[in-house]
Each structure stands twice: as structure tokens, then as C-alpha cells.
């Protein structure tokens, strides 16, 4: 992704196409401070900069200075309200201009990561073999690439970030080729270095994968605590995808009526859940200007 060309994107949205411009050698250098409202874990610092570097490249006629920046929490770390994030001295009006979308994206970063990180800790104790929690691909268009990034800040891990690197045959995959085979077929050995991953729904589609032994990966959907805890030993009876050679890996999702902590218990390698994303609750900052030159 062009994270300047998405921020260019975002600001004049705001700014509107034509923002008015200014002259920098006749705007202030101005101090402002940067303060969480909420608890929480901050999430999305390293894109401020380029906020403001790109509201100065939008609006300056003549050559600005850079914003300095001074950071007092970082990426990852624990928020109370109140706390002092950061301290940015910049020209008034680009300070002015870029307040509200930068404190979008920081607050919406924020929000991901502590809703992710607050997860990893409902899921108690999970035995050695899980590997982790990941997000989905249930987001919000173009802000998926900042999504994912909050998530691993969160503590959480990433599913694949779009069709692009990655495949997994879904059940209207299947549908469309007819059966479970002919999905395989028609995705099997087309793309160096990418696994196939596939879902399935029931044992008698877990088995039919197993039984045709080259995807090693398979998501199990839609199935509660009980029937999962049976889908993984039947796959690991069988061990490893026979023509592959390869361990099978099992992903639930779609969980139905138990806690993650069960779910990560029932033997899976991963779960993984849109909820990481699409229930975050509000988490806010503010920025305050507090030196003007005399």
C-alpha cells in the first residue's frame, strides 16, 4: 500500500481539493501536545509524521520546516487518561489542518489494539500448541493495511491482508466448481510459494479434504466447542495431508457459543475472529496548542 497516497487521500477530504495555501515564512511555529482520554494501548504513532509532512506538501507555497516531534509513549504502550503522548512543533496552520485526521487514525489504531490486546487476555491459559489469535478480513475498505498493523501492535496476528497473498476456498468456491475437488483443482499449483488453505463446515467436508490429501490447512467454520474438539481429532488421527506430507493446521472461525479460552482449548492451531476489528469500543485523544511565539 501507498500510505502517503491513502494519507494525500484522507486530507483532502478534509481540505477539500483545492486547500487554501499558505506561506510558511509568515505562519507561526506553534508547540501543541497530544493527550490520551481514555485507558487504553497506543496504537498508530509511526503514521503522524507522515500526516504532517503531507499537509505541509498540500498547503505550503515555499519550503516549510519539518514538524519535530518528540514522543513520550510509543507503539504498544499503556495508556491512562490524561497521559502525555507526544509533543509536535510545527507551523500553525499545519497543526491547524492536520488535527483532526491525525487524531482519526491514531484513535482508531488505538482502539483496535486495545480491544485486541484485552482478547489475548480473556483467553486465560491456552495450551503450548495454539499458536494465536487472528484477525479477518471483515473491515473497513482502504483502512485494512492500518487495521491489521493495530491488531499485531494489539498483541493479535494477521490473516491474510487480501486475496492477493493468499488462498482460501470458501464454500461458494466450492460451490461454484461442484465439489470439494474441483475447488482444489482449480486453485492447486497455480501460485509458487502460497499454500491453499480451505473451508469446511462439517465432518463429511473435512473428511473429503483429508481424504484427497494436498491442502494441509483448513479452517473450520461455523462449529461449537464440542464439535471442533471432534474435527481436530479426526485430523490428527490422520496426522499429515497424504500427498503433501504436511501437518494439518486447523483454524476455527465463526465461533458459536463458547468463550475464546475454549475455543483456543479444543485443540485448534488458531481461531480467528472479526470481532477484533469490528468491536473495538471508543477509545479518544486531543491536541492542544500550548506555545505561540510572542
Not at 494441509?216 to 506430507?245: P, Q
Request: aromatic content about 6%.
Amino acid at each position: 500500500m501507498d500510505i502517503r497516497a491513502k494519507v494525500r487521500e484522507w486530507l483532502l477530504d478534509d481540505l477539500g481539493s483545492a486547500p487554501f495555501q499558505m506561506e510558511t515564512k509568515n505562519d507561526p511555529l506553534c508547540e501543541a501536545e497530544i493527550r490520551a482520554k481514555s485507558e487504553g494501548i497506543l496504537a498508530g504513532s509511526l503514521f503522524l509524521g507522515i500526516i504532517f509532512d503531507e499537509t505541509q506538501r498540500l498547503l505550503a507555497l515555499d519550503r516549510p520546516e519539518p514538524a519535530e516531534w518528540r514522543w513520550e509513549k510509543k507503539d504498544g504502550d499503556a495508556l491512562a487518561p490524561g497521559d502525555l503522548v507526544a509533543t509536535v512543533r510545527g507551523h500553525a496552520q499545519v497543526l491547524l489542518k492536520t488535527e483532526r485526521t491525525a487524531l482519526n487514525i491514531l484513535s482508531y489504531t488505538s482502539e483496535i489494539a486495545t480491544h485486541t490486546a484485552r482478547v489475548m487476555r480473556e483467553l486465560g491459559d491456552p495450551p503450548e500448541s495454539f499458536a494465536g489469535v487472528l484477525d479477518t478480513r471483515k473491515g473497513r475498505p482502504g483502512l485494512m493495511y492500518f487495521e491489521k498493523y493495530a491488531v499485531r501492535i494489539g498483541g493479535g496476528k494477521n490473516h491474510r491482508l487480501g486475496m492477493f497473498d493468499g488462498d482460501l476456498i470458501k464454500d461458494n468456491d466450492i460451490a461454484v466448481a461442484g465439489s470439494i475437488r474441483a475447488a482444489i483443482d482449480a486453485q492447486w499449483g497455480k501460485r509458487y510459494m502460497v499454500d491453499i488453505q480451505i473451508e469446511v463446515q462439517s465432518f463429511e467436508q473435512l473428511d473429503e479434504v483429508m481424504d484427497d490429501g494436498r491442502v494441509h490447512m483448513v479452517l473450520l467454520d461455523n462449529m461449537d466447542a464440542a464439535t471442533l474438539r471432534d474435527a481436530v481429532a479426526r485430523a490428527r488421527g490422520r496426522g499429515t495431508a497424504s500427498r503433501t506430507g504436511k501437518r494439518y493446521v486447523l483454524e476455527a472461525s465463526g465461533i458459536k457459543g463458547a468463550e475464546l479460552g475454549e475455543i483456543a482449548r479444543t485443540g485448534v492451531d488458531y481461531l480467528s475472529t472479526s470481532s477484533l476489528v469490528r468491536s473495538a469500543p471508543p477509545l479518544d485523544f486531543n491536541m492542544k496548542i500550548v506555545r505561540v511565539p510572542d
